[in-house]
């Protein structure tokens, strides 16, 4: 059954890695992106708002693309679509914005034809296509996912971001490819950093499950990327030594980078000592950045209403 009337969805923006938990965890944040896809008898994008500028508006673009893998998943032949898109998500800086794009359309084409697919199948499409799962899960399922790859299915388990998580995150005014990033890592590491990772981001998944915050200074810390990453973006090494003596809880590179993120207690309220540090060090690599106070967000992707008489924009805005 196709919805002749269209779909709206709602994808949050993610943060990968947090840290130690390379390609393995990752948070949704309350930051968002907005697709609407309808059947047509030409296909037509409709890009919304500056964060969208340059993405291709024909049928190379990465929604059409995926889209069309769903309808080939499920046998529908559906090639013509109008494609709304708005997003609030600076693109290619890590937090996600090719993972909300991918999860976004997976979700909206399967609305669109009915739900043929299962949430499961939609995660090892969406890890297929991004090629790590960290993401793509938390924009799929919302809160903090732990998730493996084994190269053709994905597993993942949802944990529920505690309480008084919060976020705060510098966004350089500079674009990072998360492939650009990837081609800066060794092939090989050592047996000692290898341990190092992976007891940190097992006490650092406790810690998050448990809600134990104070544990996070300890956990999150990371050698198995961020310092191959650190020449990429300048300041991060010292953001990331000395963000705790200024109220973060942990620092780590968003994703690939090149934003940097730290997670804070709402009990603290360090907030504003915090921002001014991360500023401030980036402005003295003359970097400027802009900074945002985030939550994890407990949702995952959703479908939104179309009932209203409104068109996308003025839904999404109302
Ligand atoms: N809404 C979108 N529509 C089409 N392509 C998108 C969209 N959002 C992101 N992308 C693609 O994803 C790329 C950014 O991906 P990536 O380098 O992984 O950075 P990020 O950390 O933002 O995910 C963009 O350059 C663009 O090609
Ligand atoms: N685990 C990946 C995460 C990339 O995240 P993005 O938001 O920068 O796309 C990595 O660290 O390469």
Redesign the pocket.
């Known amino acids: 059954m196709i919805r002749q009337e269209g779909v709206r969805v709602k994808v949050p923006a993610s943060t990968a890695n947090l840290g130690p938990g390379f390609d393995t965890l990752g948070m949704a944040l309350n930051l968002y992106?907005w697709i609407e896809m309808k059947p047509v008898d030409s296909t037509v994008f409709r890009l919304h708002g500056g964060n969208?500028e340059g993405?291709?508006t024909d049928k190379s673009?990465?929604?059409y693309q995926v889209a069309q893998s769903v309808f080939a998943e499920a046998g529908v032949t559906l090639p013509e679509l109008e494609i709304s898109?708005k997003?609030d998500?600076?693109?290619?800086?890590?937090?996600?914005?090719?993972?909300?794009?991918i999860v976004?359309a997976l979700f909206a084409a399967n609305l669109l034809i009915g739900e043929p697919l299962s949430q499961a199948k939609l995660f090892d499409m969406a890890t297929a296509l991004e090629k790590h799962p960290d993401?793509v899960g938390a924009s799929l399922f919302g809160g903090i996912i732990t998730a493996v790859w084994d190269g053709t299915h994905a597993d993942v388990l949802r944990i529920e971001p505690p309480a008084d998580l919060e976020v705060l995150v510098a966004i350089p005014d500079f674009q990072l490819?998360?492939?650009k990033a990837r081609e800066a890592l060794p092939k090989q590491i050592s047996l000692q950093d290898a341990v190092y990772n992976v007891s940190r981001t097992s006490l650092l998944t406790a810690a998050l499950t448990a809600g134990r915050l104070d544990l996070i200074p300890a956990a999150m810390r990371d050698r198995l990327h961020q310092p191959y990453r650190a020449s990429l973006v300048p300041g991060m090494a010292r953001i990331l030594e000395e963000a705790t003596a200024h109220g973060a809880l942990g620092a780590a590179l968003s994703?690939?980078g090149p934003t940097l993120l730290c997670l804070t207690d709402r009990r603290q309220g360090a907030d504003d000592q915090l921002e001014a540090f991360l500023l401030e060090v980036l402005g003295e690599q003359g970097i400027t950045a802009q900074t945002m106070r985030l939550k994890p967000c407990t949702m995952g992707t959703v479908a939104l209403t179309m009932e209203s008489e409104g068109s996308f924009l003025d839904y999404i805005q109302a």
């Open positions: 992106s969208l993405l291709p673009n990465l929604v898109m997003s998500i600076p693109l290619t800086r890590g937090l996600g914005s090719s993972a909300s794009a976004g993401n490819s998360t492939s994703g690939a």
